[in-house]
């Protein structure tokens, strides 16, 4: 049956083997926002042998590119994009550290066999609920590529952010789980 | 002839993207609420209700629904008796979404060039816009602001002849379920058919600006919309592709003629929003 989990970031080991698809995930601590322009150039960093520009070691990766915040507010709507466009990057981000990405739609095999051999976990977030996600989104700030502009890192600060387990580390996908379910044959 | 300065242009568009991406239709709220009532799978009924919740949360906070704020796409109905002075029509129409994306707090989303370049333009300009000339001496100016995910699942085939009615809904069917989880289901689905290969694909976008609540208003394509939305509807691929019996909320169908040696089949993929708003001067 599928459970409610808190979790508070990094993630260890420990946390991820407690995941299973279908879980409603309540993330809190500080996750990390990247899409298309700024996987390009940290997949870049790691094949050049230097530094990324936050400790990705046990991080979350959201994939993300917010709204402008309105007044008073830390951010604006933040829903997640698209998954598969950042495929060809995340197994070498998982290969130095990322325990987890955030996104909305499955993902391909490779990316799948790379979190089972490295014990990450994908996360999705509900698309086009952007500003239930904004909700639980306190601080956000820049931390690199400010050029990119709504593709920039960020630094989020979150409470209780929310998602649901679409692949765990044991190899299962939600995505795939669910139509066989729901699939009528015609 | 009825003159019209353009500058009026500017603060209809303006007000079109903003409402566009704040205030949800009517016609999806219900369609999402009656598919709700149907649904058995829990998760997918816990999406359906989220977001109702996050459309409602939008409209009261005054935030765009989505952060994708989408390309701006604006059709124009010009009647034909009007005079437009006071400026370019086109600059009119991208100084509105200008401001619209500014004052509204909407994301940027366009870059300069698809491929090499690829900068943001910084005030999600240019629009796209599209003109019909039509008799009368009103405008009437729709904005219908597009996203990423949902566009990216989209395409055009040139079928034949002998493929048929049931070669076109197979292809549709078969585009959706190619698509999964990544346009954001439920999905509204909009098909081009025929006049050439460019035609078809604006016919396609055109079809996703029909309210939810109404049919083809021919029953020959009534019933081909209902027989598509059937079987995407089988699919399983449900809310957000986490399976589930609401897969698409709704199929539109538009056609024109075509030449005798093509059948032009364009499927346009929109997310649950099916976010347009609209005004006539």
Known sequence: MPQTIRLTTPFTDEDVSKLHIGDKV?????????????????????????????????????????????????????????SYRMDPYAPALMDVGLKGMIGKGPRNQEVIDSMKKNKAVYLAAIGGAAVVVAKSIKEAKVIAYDDLGTEAIRELKVEDFPCIVANDIYGNDIYKEGIKEYKIET | MREINVKEIIHIVRKLCIDANYYIGEDVLNKIKEFYEKEESPTAKEVLSILLENYELAANEKMPSCQDTGVAVVFIELGQDVHLVGGDFYEAINEGVRQGYKDGYLRKSIVNDPIIDRVNT????????????????????????????????????????????????????????????????????????????????????????????????????AKVEKKILEKVNKLGIGPQGFGGRTTALGVSIMYKPCHIASMPVAVNIQCHAARHKSAVI
Request: include cysteine; proline fraction near 9%; aromatic fraction near 6%.
């Open chain 2, 122 to 221: 910084k005030d999600n300009t240019p629009a796209l816009i599209y003109t019909d000339i039509v008799p009368g001496e009103k405008i009437r100016i729709t904005v219908a602001p597009k996203g990423g995910g949902s566009e990216n699942m989209s395409e055009v085939k040139m079928m034949k002849a002998a493929d048929g009615i049931e070669g076109v809904v197979d292809f549709v069917v078969d585009r959706v379920s190619r698509s999964g989880g990544n346009p954001c289901p439920p999905i509204v689905v909009g098909v081009g058919l025929g006049g050439n290969f460019e035609q078809s694909a604006l016919l396609a976008k055109k079809a996703l600006l029909r309210p939810l609540n109404e049919s083809h208003h021919e029953e020959k394509w």
């Open chain 1, 26 to 82: 309540l993330i809190s601590g500080t996750i990390y926002t990247g899409r298309d322009a700024a996987h390009k150039r940290l997949v870049e960093l790691v094949k050049a042998g230097k530094d990324l520009p936050f400790d990705i070691k046990g991080q979350i990766i959201y994939y993300v590119g917010p709204a402008p915040a309105p007044p008073g507010k830390p951010i604006g709507s933040a829903g997640p994009t698209t």
